[in-house]
Nanobody, 123 residues
Framework: QVQLVESGGGLVQAGGSLRLSCAAS????????MAWFRQAPGKERGFVAA????????DYADYVKGRFTASRDNAKNMVYLQMNSLKLEDTAVYYC????????????????WGQGTRVTVSA
């Protein structure tokens, strides 16, 4: 089992950058494939990015590809999402999620997620 706590959200102007962090507890964290999802007001939670247990393979939604970078540090039990060139439509609550099985783009297939961190992009 793993517990996840996101941080790093905030208010940023369009074109700016933020780095989200996800702190994981549990000795088996290194076995988990991790992903980031986001949920804007009135919308479904959607896939943003994923990174495999070893940090070697990543996957990105088309709408963040080239702007966001997912990474992890298993020695520190941390997962990161570097967000550059932020757009108004990136405004959402961002969630870090984890699972043992191969990563999925469906948030409900992850048994573990945190409380989320809010990102607001202003004009």
């Amino acid at each position: 089992q793993v517990q996840l706590v996101e941080s790093g959200g905030g208010l940023v102007q369009a074109g700016g950058s933020l780095r989200l962090s996800c702190a994981a507890s549990g000795r088996t964290f290194r076995n988990y494939n991790m992903a980031w999802f986001r949920q804007a007001p009135g919308k479904e939670r959607g896939f943003v990015a994923a990174v495999t247990w070893d940090g070697v393979t990543t996957d990105y939604a088309d709408y963040v590809k080239g702007r966001f970078t997912a990474s992890r540090d298993n020695a520190k039990n941390m997962v990161y999402l570097q967000m550059n060139s932020l757009k108004l439509e990136d405004t959402a609550v961002y969630y870090c999620e984890g699972r043992i099985l191969a990563h999925s783009r469906n948030w409900s297939e992850y048994p573990y997620w945190g409380q989320g961190t809010r990102v607001t992009v202003s004009a």
